[in-house]
């Protein structure tokens, strides 16, 4: 059975406490790298995979994208994406990402944020995504950083007074199932190394344009002075890539 946390009542409120659940894209730490990594949206079709809040497709939608399609396991995540953009015209389903079947070449733009971690099989979905994509399309996602994913921990080593000492990476070959810690509830995550994540991309018949692991902006750090340490390893990775 496919992962659905966020429509554990406990676990969909404390997303929503997160900046970026609170704020949108602003507030979220990569963004002003991902947002450069995009094509230009104006007369596109666009699908956003693991769209949660709509943040996403309301970007691309008032960026001029003639039909946006957000897809989202979660129910409570499709009304809350509902509820955002309520005044433009996306288009929301219910659906696992994997589970995607839409016809071949439809979209100009297949876009996903921080989805693909949660996945079983990546092979699959990224040779799917190609199908569905039209020549020349673009395909952009981000995705949690090996480095970050290797051990289920996710977390720094502390001293005795609970100072961060440094982030600890073990068992980076081991490409299986971690079972992590986030928002105080246990979720699935599966571990890849940087090799595997690429060369997926490349198998799946396209051309990558563009790798980032972002750190927060000037403004970020401003704003939210507490992710100062994620200036001390990646916690994401970000690809950019076109169909062959």
Same mark, same amino acid.
């Given at each position: 059975m496919k992962q659905n946390? !966020? &429509?554990?009542?406990?676990? @969909?409120?404390? !997303?929503? /406490? #997160?900046?970026?659940?609170?704020?949108?894209?602003?507030?979220a730490g990569e963004w002003y790298i991902l947002r450069k990594m995009l094509p230009e949206f104006q007369g596109k079709n666009v699908l956003d995979l693991g769209c949660g809040y709509g943040w996403h497709c309301i970007y691309a939608k008032q960026q001029g994208a003639e039909n946006v399609i957000g897809?989202?396991?979660?129910?409570?995540?499709i &009304? /809350?994406?509902k509820e955002n953009s309520k005044d433009l015209a996306i288009d929301y389903k219910q #659906?696992?990402?994997?589970?995607?079947? @839409?016809?071949?070449?439809? @979209?100009? +733009? +297949?876009?996903? =944020?921080?989805?693909?971690h949660y996945l079983?099989?990546? /092979?699959?979905v990224f040779r799917k995504i190609n199908q569905t994509l039209k020549k020349g399309g673009s395909f952009v996602f981000s995705m949690e950083h090996p480095v970050f994913t290797s051990r289920a921990?996710?977390?720094? @080593?502390?001293?005795?007074?609970?100072?961060?000492?440094?982030w600890p990476i073990d068992n980076y070959q081991d490409e299986s199932k971690r079972k992590s810690q986030f928002l105080g509830h246990k979720v699935t995550k599966y571990h890849r190394t940087l090799e595997t994540i690429i060369n997926t991309v490349i198998q799946s018949n396209f051309d990558?344009?563009?790798? =980032?692991?972002?750190k927060p902006s000037e403004e970020i750090l401003k704003k939210y002075p507490e992710m100062k340490d994620e200036m001390r390893r990646p916690i994401?990775? #970000?690809i950019s890539a076109i169909k062959k």
């Open positions: 946390k !966020y &429509d554990d009542n406990n676990f @969909f409120e404390s !997303y929503g /406490k #997160m900046p970026r659940s609170i704020d949108g894209l602003n507030s897809i989202d396991l979660s129910q409570k995540m &009304d /809350k994406a #659906m696992a990402i994997e589970d995607i079947n @839409f016809e071949p070449e439809r @979209f100009d +733009v +297949v876009f996903s =944020s921080l989805a693909f079983k099989e990546l /092979k699959t921990e996710q977390d720094w @080593f502390t001293d005795e007074s609970e100072n961060r000492l440094h990558i344009r563009e790798i =980032s692991e972002p994401f990775i #970000m």
